[in-house]
């Protein structure tokens, strides 16, 4: 059971002490509270564990300070969508809004390589309007003896290029927790010029450890990629640990599944999932169409399937886009056979535009058929 207390709701209040109080003499049921800091009020939630069914919902409404009550199942407690439940579904970050309703592209290289590289991704990005991209300072790679990223070294470059470029949100994947202290100093000796979107890989979708870790700190969002062997469920379960310790600006990345089935793709493209996370979580969903398609095939329109994919997963409702692009794809040193070009990307952006157009238009059409 979750209950959500009113806007003004304030830890050294009164009534709030009442509240806690008379929640901390219920028999058997323990508390966590979640405050989220908005940009006009803060929003605090608090979520009552143990056998709650006990409780009548109309009491726990008449209690001071709350606003709501909502009764939730056992699953995603924090990032599921619950029966009545209008719990928001965006965030907003470095002035970035992320929601169920939004679309946000990240485009840029799978790795740094080079500052030169660096520099000419963010520009094209300037030119062509857009305020976030993804750049990889720690690689986990599937060989020891490839190349593991710059690491720390290249944070100071990245970081002034960005606030240079006006770049507000960089996707960036972290692989341990000294990485999110590397990544917090280097934003704040460059004045914190931008903001960092931390990533999960992968690889790393049930490394709890990690997870807790990225989940209790609150300064950066996270994008959580899928597992790429394990059931949807098994990795929204995941992604409610980074909720659970206090992070619920979380949002969930599809990259594909590993099968060989996905020949000659890289992987099996999930993008049907899209709506089917927007129905069971509040979260935006991601779409990486790179490490889903994995390779610069081309179908007979003229179309790349990496163009495909996103047109697939933007008519479904994606939310962000998670891309690899490259200026000279022959030397990237993570992933170049899958890299955009970078006079591609107005194109890729005008795809996406008719892509997402369709979606508003079936999302209208739907409101015509109101009858499921
Ligand atoms: C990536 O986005 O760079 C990446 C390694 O993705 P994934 O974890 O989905 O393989
Ligand atoms: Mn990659």
């Not at 006990?54 to 995603?76: A, H, K, N, T």
Request: hydrophobic share 40%; glycine share 8%; proline share 6%.
């Amino acid at each position: 059971m979750i209950l959500i207390l009113n806007p003004d709701a304030c830890a050294t209040k009164p009534d709030y002490r009442q509240l806690m109080e008379h929640l901390a003499s219920l028999p058997g049921i323990s508390t966590r509270v979640h405050a989220e800091a908005g940009v006009e009020q803060t929003l605090t939630e608090v979520y009552l564990i143990g056998d709650t069914k006990s409780l009548p919902l109309e009491d726990m409404q008449s209690l001071p300070c709350v606003d709501r009550v909502v009764r939730i199942s056992e699953e995603y407690r924090v990032l599921g969508r619950h029966k009545n439940d209008d719990r928001p579904t965006h965030f907003d970050y470095n002035g970035v809004r992320f929601g169920q309703d939004t679309l946000n592209i990240f485009a840029g290289l799978c790795a740094v390589d080079t500052p030169e590289h660096v520099e000419l991704m963010m520009k094209a990005l300037r030119d062509n309007g857009l305020n976030c991209t993804r750049m990889g300072a720690y690689k986990p790679r599937t060989s020891p003896y490839s190349f593991q990223g710059h690491g720390k070294a290249c944070l100071p470059y990245v970081f002034d290029l960005a606030g240079k470029y006006g770049i507000k949100v960089i996707a960036m994947e972290v692989t341990h927790e000294s990485h999110v202290d590397e990544i917090r100093e280097a934003l704040a000796q460059a004045g914190n010029p931008t903001g960092v979107m931390l990533q999960i890989g992968t690889r790393n979708t049930q490394n709890f450890e990690l997870l807790k870790i990225v989940g209790r700190q609150q300064d950066f969002p996270v994008l959580i990629k899928r597992g790429f062997g394990i059931t949807l469920d098994e990795s929204l379960n995941a992604a409610e640990y980074l909720a659970s310790e206090g992070n619920s600006r979380v949002v969930f990345g599809l990259r594909g599944m590993k099968t060989t089935g996905a020949d000659p793709h890289r992987n099996f493209v999930d993008f049907a999932h899209v709506p089917v996370v927007k129905r069971l979580t509040r979260m935006p969903v991601c779409i990486d169409p790179s490490h889903s398609v994995g390779a610069r095939t081309c179908s007979p329109e003229g179309i790349l399937d990496i163009m495909q994919a996103t047109a697939q997963g933007v008519i479904a409702g994606a939310n962000m886009i998670l891309v690899d692009f490259h200026p000279v794809p022959s030397k990237a040193l993570v992933d170049g056979p899958q890299a955009l070009k970078m006079n591609e990307l107005s194109h890729f952006l005008e795809d996406i535009s008719i892509a997402r157009e369709a979606y508003v238009q079936r999302t209208a059409l739907a409101e015509r058929y109101p009858d499921k």
